[in-house]
């Protein structure tokens, strides 16, 4: 389980303002949520979503983080043995990862599945296995990966687990803008859906592809009329056929040398 990411606002219009002096960066709090008290940690950074959307009850003692690394370890478990439940009485359901509040009072079950399962079943069964209140949560296979981690194929831990706090629209469009082969193996993150990496020079690729001259287009060259082959963004070059009487000769020029026809 991760530690909840809460948000000092230096707003002194703010519902949190009154706790700007009693509480520092990376502090560890106990605070109230919609699931009961939660372990979190102070972080004055931008934060969204459900992250700031709680009360500072206050300063996490010694007994709060000893009940957090244990409800940590008993929620590791808890996955293994749920996980042969659902397997029997839900199948089309995967397992994702279990979280317990802190008052070890509510268990979440977060789980994915390819739209909407009957777990009624299966609620009953842990409800009277672990005598403690069932949450089922269906997540999304991004959010799976924001909460699970995972290495991306740059080689590095996944934006999402990283530094993410919410997901921008990442379409196909974008990979084509960036001359990406759409293989699933390329444009596709661990979660199996489009690298949110996408995004990020989405908006520099437009703009670029507005300068350069479209494939198959006649342009001027210093050595004359060509037809274009190939663009290049990233090293604003662009591929020629020349256009000659006895010959055919391909070169590359900088954007800034050709002119549209």
């Known amino acids: 389980m991760q530690l909840m990411e809460i948000l000092?606002?230096?707003?002194t219009n703010s519902a949190f303002a009154e706790f700007d002096d009693r509480f520092k960066k990376d502090e560890r709090v106990v605070v109230s949520t919609e699931s009961g008290l939660e372990l979190g940690v102070i972080k004055n950074e931008k934060v969204v979503g459900d992250k700031a959307n709680c009360l500072i009850v206050r300063l996490a003692t010694s007994e709060d983080n000893k009940a957090y690394c244990e409800n940590c370890k008993r929620a590791k478990a808890l996955v293994a043995e749920i996980k042969?439940?659902?397997d029997k009485l839900v199948p089309d359901m995967k397992v994702s990862y279990v979280a317990i509040n802190l008052e070890n009072t509510k268990i979440t079950l977060n789980y994915t599945a390819n739209g909407r399962v009957d777990f009624r079943?299966?609620?009953k069964v842990l409800s009277n296995k672990y005598k403690s209140k069932i949450e089922m949560r269906q997540i999304g296979d991004r959010d799976e990966t924001m909460k699970i981690g995972a290495m991306g194929v740059c080689g590095r831990e996944t934006c999402c687990k990283a530094f993410l706090s919410d997901f921008d629209k990442v379409s196909i469009k974008m990979a084509?803008?960036?001359k990406i082969a759409l293989n699933p193996n390329k444009i596709n993150g661990m979660c199996g859906r489009l690298l949110c990496c996408l995004k990020y020079e989405d908006d520099f690729y437009v703009e670029m592809q507005k300068k350069m001259p479209k494939t198959n287009s006649e342009i001027e060259t210093p050595d004359g009329v060509g037809v274009?082959?190939?663009t290049d963004c990233l090293k604003?070059?662009?591929t020629v056929q020349l256009k000659k009487d006895d010959s055919e000769e391909i070169k590359i020029y900088p954007l800034s040398e050709i002119e549209k026809k």
């Open 8 to 11: 000092i606002f230096n707003d």
């Open 84 to 86: 042969q439940e659902a």
């Open 121 to 123: 079943e299966l609620l």
């Open 176 to 178: 084509k803008n960036q």
């Open 228 to 230: 274009v082959i190939d």
């Open 236 to 238: 604003e070059t662009v």
